[in-house]
């Protein structure tokens, strides 16, 4: 069974870092692209935070570029989402997502192939 299980989530004060990984299980990510998304307490699921496409292509959305960085190992068939000056405004609960497509992924959650459960971020003092 395909599946992709997010972990690392916690949490952190202000500035902190995080480093979550995306574990998949039942397929093989190496072509795959990879969709970071996160969803706040009460708000809609923000549009993708970051990608990475199989040929190692990255993007990231302008509140995240800097302090975010997305990599990827295939051999233990993960990605992570390394997090950096996390501050109260990150907090949400954070998925990964694996769509089936030539370069970066896609911005929108529906078109994306496979979907984890999401990990809990929480920064507060």
């Known amino acids: 069974q395909e599946q992709l299980v997010e972990s690392g989530g916690g949490l952190v004060q202000p500035g902190g870092s995080l480093r979550l990984s995306c574990a998949a299980s039942g397929f093989s990510l190496d072509n795959y692209a990879i969709g970071w998304f996160r969803q706040a307490p009460g708000k809609e699921r923000e549009g993708v935070l970051c990608t990475m496409g199989s040929d190692g292509s990255s993007y990231y959305e302008d509140s995240v570029k800097g302090r975010f960085t997305i990599s990827r190992d295939n051999a233990k068939n993960t990605v992570y989402l390394q997090m950096n000056s996390l501050q109260p405004e990150d907090t949400a609960v954070y998925s990964c997502?694996?769509?089936?497509?030539w370069g970066l992924g896609s911005s929108v959650w529906e078109d994306y192939d496979y979907w984890g459960p999401g990990t809990q971020v929480t920064i507060s003092s």
């Open positions: 997502a694996a769509h089936e497509t």
